[in-house]
């Protein structure tokens, strides 16, 4: 880091605002809600989610309560396209929801988009361009002027070629985004706001949607609201706009700028559910619509069973939800600390039916979003794989990698679901250890050595193969390339590695290492393994042969 980090990084300047009105008021009530899940959302996505998956998380969000829902982007590709027209030509859209598209200010993207929304009834064409004076000088080389006439013209084109389909019946309202907008002279983003506007002609009955949106989050949440309130002063056709935020997260700030620019007069939030989106994520909706709940405004989407709602959007996301997530983390309802504990046993019975809520430290009652509260970790059937890892940690000091929860949490919760009882967790340090660290069939090491010449790691062991003493001989670039290539020569199925991590369990003169190992088989399987010994080189060809084992069950 930087000494001196001032000569690197600027403070964001504030809005001159002195009359700011928003630090006096309340939310009172809902925003408009707009999901974009499945837009942003699913472009920050290692792996996007197909067809299928968009479809459950779209039925998901439909569920939830959402009325708009930004679908995708379906000038940019086929899937996109597909998508969309699956949507509508299968009637998956019902009445009261508008599907929302997004494109760029270019004819032949605006044609290819009406196309995928043909027959549709409630449309949002959402058109966007760079405005930020460091958009317009590095990426664009282009002036204010050109930046205005780009969203001017594909408003024309938009409505020239949009004609059809709005005389085949569709509704069909415009969002713009001056994108960047948060980095752009608020001077200019008026500007172009307003020539958007122009161009549009909205009414008191038929708005335009002018998004505002914080693609990078680079201030404090008050400078956001800041512009969101002078932005809502000095739009000239105020009463024929619905002024939107799209919030990222960079500072992890993205829900306090939603909320403080809900005060300074915005009516509109898009995000996603868990805050999922490029880099540090999109606002997330969960957050916003629950803490509005807590403060007795109905936000008008269903939580309430947010442990069906996460566990489906994990499914389609391939994503995890943190345990300490707001709302819908695992642990977010358990109390581990001992006064905590005594001191919600303490206020539970005070808490009269119908009377406000009054537990201490749980600031929503859990039974609400379809939770309950725990004392401490009890895993049973029920149980999330986060309890399970958290056990392991803390009483026998196991980190178990990430991607290890789950395969661990789903062999602990089968054991649960079959004895029909909570497990102590004695019960699951055994099972950890009958597991992964004792097997020793079909595969054994019986003994191990490795030498290093130039760079090459040659590895001479002893191995027990179904029953037969073999001795083994490989080389690679280390200890476990060279022992996978010797137990390959052998005769042991193939796999791929995948991960490998290890830490030091214990203390002092009783410490050793314990290694996991995550490898494939060639069916795309794929297996943990872990391994302890004094020798952290040990402990990882352990924690090779206890994945192996696994495997080969
Ligand atoms: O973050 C952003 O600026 C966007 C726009 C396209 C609205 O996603
Ligand atoms: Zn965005």
Known sequence: MQSSPVTKYRPFPPVNLPDRQWPNRVIDRAPQWCSVDLRDGNQALPQ???IEEKLELFALLVKIGFKEIEVGFPSASQIEFDFCRRLIDENRIPADVTIQILCQCREELIVRSLEALRGAKNVIFH????????????V??????????????AISWLKQHGRALIEAGTRLRLEYSPESFTSTELEFALEICEAVTDAWQPTVTDKIILN?????????????????????????????TIVSLHTHNDRGTGVAATELSLLAGAD??????????????????????????TQ?????LDFSDINQIREAYERCTRLDVHVRHPYAGELVFTAFSGSHQDAIKKSMPHQQPGRPWDVLYIPIDPADIGRSYKAIIRINSQSGKGGVAYVLENEFGYQLPKLMHREIGRIINDLADAMGTELQSSEIHDVFVREYLDPREPLRLDHCQSTERDGQVTCEAKITYRG???????????PIDAFSRALAAAGVPAFELLSYSEHSLGRGADTSAISYIQIKDSR????????????????????????????LK
Request: aromatic share 8%; proline share 5%.
């Open 48 to 50: 996007p989610m197909n």
């Open 127 to 138: 058109l966007y361009n760079s405005t930020s004076p460091k958009q317009r000088a590095y």
């Open 140 to 153: 664009f080389g282009a002036s204010k002027a050109d930046i205005v006439g780009i969203a001017v013209t």
């Open 212 to 240: 505002l949106p914080a693609t990078v989050e680079y201030a404090t949440p008050n400078v956001h609201a800041d512009q969101i309130e002078w932005m809502c002063r000095h739009l000239t056709r105020r009463d024929a």
């Open 268 to 293: 509109r939030v898009e995000g996603t559910l868990f805050g999922n989106g490029e880099r540090t994520g999109n606002l997330d909706l969960v957050i916003v619509a629950l803490n509005l709940y």
């Open 296 to 300: 007795g405004v109905h936000p008008g």
């Open 468 to 478: 037969q003493p073999l001795a083994i001989k490989g080389q690679g670039n280390g």
């Open 524 to 551: 795309g399987h794929t297996f943990f393994g872990a391994g302890t010994n004094t020798s952290i080189e040990l402990a990882s060809l352990k924690a090779l042969v206890s994945a192996i084992n696994r495997a």
